[in-house]
């Protein structure tokens, strides 16, 4: 168990679509999220497909929505402990006020991409410390 405030713990995490199409650009919305909102350069990169060799990488699935979980789940029955959705994380440890289903903003205007974007950050920055603590990292 970590219980020192001042030892940081690296998260690594990746994205992977379960209906979207493999390596393809990605979209200019999200680029331009990216680089507004968070100072990054993806515009090299491209998407990638929600697979059982990407899964398995990693220790937690955190899915937009309960639906998309679900699909995961009952595609890869042996990875179901690690699949959830944003809302049933938000459920399991008891926070509120936060929207955990997150709806795809694919095809919709510039402005839904950013309402997107800040909903997944508040997602995450509310069950992070859940999460570390749940993996032995006060």
Same mark, same amino acid.
């Given at each position: 168990m970590i219980d020192d405030?001042?030892?940081e713990a690296?998260?690594?995490?990746?994205s992977a679509g379960a209906f979207a199409r493999s390596e393809q650009p990605y979209s200019s919305d999200s680029v331009r999220i990216a680089k507004s909102m968070y100072k990054e350069d993806i515009s090299r990169g491209y998407t990638h497909i929600a697979i059982y060799?990407? %899964? $398995? +990488?990693?220790?937690?699935?955190?899915?937009?929505?309960d639906q998309i979980a679900d699909f995961l789940r009952n595609r890869f029955e042996e990875l179901q402990d690690?699949?959830?959705?944003?809302?049933? %994380? $938000? +459920?399991k440890y008891g926070i509120e006020g936060v929207n955990g289903e997150v709806e795809d903003p694919y095809g919709y205007e510039f402005s839904v991409y950013m309402d997107t974007a800040k909903q997944i950050e508040d997602? $995450?920055?509310?069950?992070m410390p859940c999460l570390l603590k749940?993996?032995?990292m006060n």
């Open positions: 405030p001042d030892t690296v998260v690594s995490c990746s060799e990407r %899964l $398995i +990488e990693h220790d937690i699935v955190i899915c937009m929505t690690r699949i959830f959705s944003f809302s049933e %994380l $938000i +459920e997602n $995450i920055r509310a069950l749940s993996w032995g």
